[in-house]
């Protein structure tokens, strides 16, 4: 079992910047990748980053040069950081940690960025 916790949601003006920040604990050995999507009720879900075990990163064509994902060493938190925030961006952001049969999700930390 993997628990994820997000958290660093907020209100921000266009331009601005927020950093996500999500606690992984539990089975956290079995995980093969983390990522961030983001998605409200009547919008369709999307992956906005990934990062793999090996380090590996990707981005949404929507956020590359804006946002970046990364961990801390114990590989226990990890971050997006979003910088140049637009309104569109505004969304849920949920964390989740793929395991090789388990895809587990965070409750989701809400971003609003206002014009």
């Known amino acids: 079992q993997v628990r994820l916790v997000e958290s660093g949601g907020g209100l921000v003006q266009a331009g601005g910047s927020l950093r996500l920040s999500c606690v992984v604990s539990g089975s956290i050995w079995g995980i093969n990748a983390m990522n961030w999507y983001r998605q409200v009720p009547g919008k369709q879900r999307e992956l906005v980053a990934t990062?793999?075990?090996?380090?590996?990163?990707n981005y949404a064509d929507s956020v590359k040069g804006r946002f970046t994902i990364s961990r801390d060493r114990t590989k226990t938190t990890m971050y997006l950081q979003m910088n140049s925030l637009k309104v569109e961006d505004t969304d849920v952001y949920y964390c989740?940690?793929?395991?090789?049969?388990?895809?587990?999700w965070g409750q989701g930390t809400q971003v609003t960025v206002s014009s």
């Open positions: 990062i793999t075990t090996g380090g590996t990163t």
């Open positions: 989740t940690a793929e395991t090789a049969t388990q895809h587990y």
